[in-house]
Structure formats: C-alpha cells, structure tokens
C-alpha cells in the first residue's frame, strides 16, 4: 500500500510515524514545504513542494493508494476535492468543511445558528471602521478579542484592553473579522477522528502558546504541551471532558444536517470559564504539538482509522493511557527574531523521543529556521515522569536555542489546578450535556 503524506512539520513527523506502525506495512512518501529529516528516513522518497499548490501535490499522488494531509494550509485550499476529483483517496475535510478552521467569522455564525453550546458573543466585521466604532463603543465592559476570518499560523489573535490597542491593531488589517468577548479560565485541546458521523475522541491535551516561561511573552504557535495517564488533565473533570466531546458531536451533527460531511481530524479548543465550558476555536487538523502527545499513544491502526473515516465506518479509537509531555526547542529570539543557528543532538543519549519540524539538514549538519525546530517527548506513568525524560533529552540538544522548562513542572501544573478551583469556586455545575 502506497501513502502520501503531505506537511514537513513536527505533527507530520508524528503522523509518518503513526502511519509506518501500521499493520498494512504501508510505503510512505511525502510531499513537504522543506525536507524534515525525520519524514525524509520514514520515507521511501519525498518531493520538496508548496504544500498549498495542490494541483502538484495531486500530481505527486497519481499512484498513491491514500494521501494523509497534516497542516490546514493544503486542507483550507481544497487539496482533498482536487484529489478526489483525480479519484485518489485523502484523509482530511473538504474545502467546505475546513471552512470550520479556515473562516472564523462562518464558524461563529454555523455555532450560533445551530444552537451548538459554548460559543461566545461574538460581532462580525467587513468595514474596519465599523469594528473600530464597535471597539470604540464597547471596549469599557473589558477586554475585547479581535480576530481575522482566515488562517494566522496562531498569531492573529489579539486581545486588547484599549480602544486605541484595538484601533493600532485593526490598522494592520485588512480583511473582515471576528470582536468577540474575553474568555478567562484554562484552556485544553481536544482531537478526534471523524467519519461524518461518528466522534472517536482521543485524550485531552494542554498546549503552551506563549513563548516564554510563566506564560510570558509574544503567542506561537505553541511551545510545548502534555497528557495526563488518563483521558483528562490534572485540571479537569470527567464532565468537562463529556461537555467537550458532546458539543463536538453536535458541531460535526449540525454539519451534517447542512449537506457537509466532516470526515478527518476535528481539533476543538476549549475554555473551562466561569460560565461552563467554551468554544475557543475548531481547527479541521491536528495540534502542532498536540499530535506529538496523542499520536504515540494511538494503538489503533492509523491507516485503517484513516480508511474507516473516508469510509463512514469508523468505530472508535485506542489509545494507551500514559503521561505525556512534549517541548519545543525554537531558535534564539524565536518568534520575533529568530536567528538561525547550527544545533547538535547527541541523539544515542536520548532515551525521549524526538520529532524533527523546521530544521534544515546540510553536510550531515542540522541548523535551525524561523520556526520550531524540533520537540522532545517523554512517556511515563505520571506527567513528572515524564517531564523529567523530557528534560533529559533537552541537555542533549546544543545550540543557540531554547524550550520552555516549566512545561509539565508540577508547580506549573498544580497552578492550573488552584486556578480551575477559583473559577469553580464560583460554582458552576457541570452535567455531561454541559454547564447548568
Ligand atoms: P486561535 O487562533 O483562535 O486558537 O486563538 C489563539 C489563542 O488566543 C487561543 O488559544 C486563546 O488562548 C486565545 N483566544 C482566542 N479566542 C479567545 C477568546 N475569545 N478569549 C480569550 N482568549 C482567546
Ligand atoms: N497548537 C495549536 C495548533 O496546532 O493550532
């Protein structure tokens, strides 16, 4: 079986490895933006392409028996309607259905319309000047959250606590967006396999996104994250988690109801707030580095979930309960500045595992990019356990770089768990269906 894998980042390496467990002895190839070197040997050969032509990519996958799309980029640019036209096999949303990560302005109205819960106040904007005289006229009850319609990278979202903070933001802009209110609380991830119509859930996730330590510094695409050896994280309840799969459940039933099959990975972004659990965003793939966290834990087939998807047969999912955590190594002065940098990895010292993402390999020599280079993993019984394996490997990775220490550190961890109580404190009561 042949099998194309699309995407060059840490979540595809991730992915690739997925796939080669499989039972199917698949051979991979990929089509990737720039040669990871951890694809580039899980491979059988590979082509250097912008994943986001989709026209080459599907010229690449004339022979394949199924193409795997990892990033939202190709996803949001219709790669998987191309393909099938080409009658090629894909794992991934539709153009159509990718709507749901690549236009935030029609998620919000498809949430609102359908009644689906956790959506928060939100105003839509075509006219700048509208959204200015909005911000203008309602920055006074608190913060404001401004967003554009289409795909940042993570980092078009700002939330401000100013009129003029608003206006210098906007003045940046010039496409239509989303002013919705601030949610304050915890945030988790979670990521599923869909067929149309069944949600196979897979365990909660807690993703980093600020680059610097104490949550400090400029958003990223994320620095970092972990699992608890249990479907929920230390902060969390089993209803919350219940609360989160339902709402997803009726997210990809609403769709449905509308003439949109959504079939591949459904990424859903809580907030546990005061006010119950919240939708903070949907993203039509997996976390970068989410999937590094839940994919190594995946005991079912990726290859035959992948199928069962495309196929609408799809039952549920496997994974091994095991603690997690995962950190990004990003270059010096990432993400504003980053400087590019040779780094070495003493890899026979290494006993966590390691996911190559934007690195560039010369001579036998690894340097980093402007984005994150690589990520450690470390598995264990409890998430200090394997916050430590994951520390171990970091002091084998030198150069002009850095990760974020204190993700997984139980002090961080129990943070999260005296902040959940505050907001609990509050009281709100959860029902498996959702906050009363
Ligand atoms: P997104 O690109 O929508 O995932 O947003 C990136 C990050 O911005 C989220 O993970 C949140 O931390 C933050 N964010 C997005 N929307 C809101 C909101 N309504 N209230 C507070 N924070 C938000
Ligand atoms: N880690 C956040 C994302 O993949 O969107």
């Not at 051979?27 to 720039?34: E, I, K, N």
């Not at 802009?173 to 988790?188: D, K, M, R, W």
């Not at 991830?189 to 365990?203: K, M, R, S, W, Y």
């Not at 980093?208 to 309840?237: C, I, Q, W």
Request: net charge negative; hydrophobic share 40%.
């Amino acid at each position: 079986m042949k099998v194309l894998l699309v995407g060059s980042g840490g979540r595809e390496h991730a992915m690739a490895m997925a796939i080669t467990r499989s039972a199917e002895e698949p051979t991979l190839y990929a089509a990737m933006r720039y040669k990871n070197p951890g694809i580039a040997r899980l491979c059988d050969d590979y082509h250097l392409v912008n994943e986001t032509d989709v026209e080459k990519v599907a010229s690449f996958a004339r022979s394949a028996d199924l193409v795997v799309i990892g990033p939202e980029a190709p996803l949001a640019a219709g790669i998987v309607d191309v393909l099938n036209d080409h009658g090629v096999r894909a794992f991934g949303p539709t153009q159509q259905a990718a709507l749901i990560e690549s236009n935030k302005g029609w998620t919000r109205t498809f949430m609102s319309q359908h009644g689906i819960k956790g959506c928060p106040k939100y105003a839509l904007f075509d006219d700048l000047s509208e959204a200015d005289r909005f911000i203008k006229e309602n920055i006074d009850d608190g913060k404001l959250v401004i967003k554009p319609f289409g795909l940042t990278g993570g980092k078009g979202v700002v939330i401000v606590s100013s009129y003029s903070e608003g206006r210098d933001y906007l003045k940046k802009l010039n496409g239509p967006v989303v002013i919705e209110e601030c949610l304050s609380g915890e945030e988790f991830t979670l990521q599923a396999f869909v067929d149309g119509n069944v949600v196979a859930p897979a365990p909660a996730v807690q993703d980093h996104k600020r680059a610097f330590e104490g949550d400090l510094g400029p958003n990223t695409g994320g620095m970092g994250s972990y699992t608890d050896k249990s479907y929920v994280l230390p902060f969390m309840e089993e209803a919350d988690y219940s609360a989160a799969v339902a709402i997803m459940q009726d997210t990809v039933d609403a769709l449905k109801s509308s003439g949109v099959e959504y079939k591949g990975i459904l990424y859903g972004q809580f907030m546990l707030t005061k006010a119950g659990i919240m939708v903070v965003e949907y993203n039509c793939r997996f976390g970068d580095p989410e999937a590094m966290n839940v994919l190594p834990l995946l005991r079912s087939d990726f290859i035959e979930l992948a199928e069962s998807a495309i196929d609408g047969t799809l039952k549920s999912t496997e994974y091994e309960l095991s603690a997690t955590v995962c950190k990004y190594v990003v270059p010096a002065g990432y993400p504003a500045n980053p400087k590019p940098t040779e780094i070495t990895i003493n890899k026979d010292e290494i006993d966590a595992t390691l996911f190559y993402a934007s690195v560039d390999e010369r001579d036998g020599a690894i340097f980093t990019t402007s984005s994150r280079a690589l990520a450690v993993l470390g598995v264990a019984e409890t998430i200090d356990h394997a916050e430590q394996q994951a520390e171990r490997a970091l002091q084998f990775i030198k150069g002009d770089v850095f990760a974020r220490h204190d993700i997984g550190k139980s002090e961080l961890v129990q943070s999260r768990i005296e902040h959940m109580k505050r907001i609990r404190g509050g009281g709100y009561e959860l029902t498996p269906e959702g906050p009363t």
